[in-house]
């Protein structure tokens, strides 16, 4: 599970910040803020479902990863939604929204540090 939080959010905020800095300097702010809005979420889903499946898992191991699984849909499919809804109907471009995103996901390995599984 992840434990605290803030250091993630801390550590991703900041590559998403730096990317939607670098992107409002070519005038593209709205689509690199979207991504960063879309890799907050995605955080912040996948801290609550960590949450739950220790706590299920306390009484049922299956039902924890069960929970992991299901959730690993849920988050795939809001991704999805949320970047069709960025290209479509609030028409930003498409570079920025997924660097912004792709960048933030990349700081999530910094959270990975030192630790032997995911759930550590």
Do not use: C, H
């Not at 498409?94 to 759930?119: D, E």
């Amino acid at each position: 599970m992840i434990k605290n939080l803030n250091q993630p959010l801390k550590i991703q905020g900041l590559i998403g910040l730096v990317a939607v800095l670098v992107f409002s300097t070519q005038d593209l702010i709205w689509s690199a803020a979207y991504g960063f809005f879309i890799g907050i979420m995605n955080v912040l889903m996948l801290s609550l479902t960590f949450k739950k499946a220790d706590s299920k898992a306390a009484n049922d191991p299956k039902g924890g990863i069960l929970v992991l699984y299901l959730s690993a849909v849920v988050r795939f499919v809001l991704l999805a939604v949320l970047f069709v809804l960025g290209l479509q109907v609030l028409g930003l471009e498409a570079m920025p929204m997924v660097l912004t995103f792709v960048a933030m996901q990349i700081g999530q390995a910094f959270n990975l540090k030192g630790k032997q599984r995911l759930t550590d």
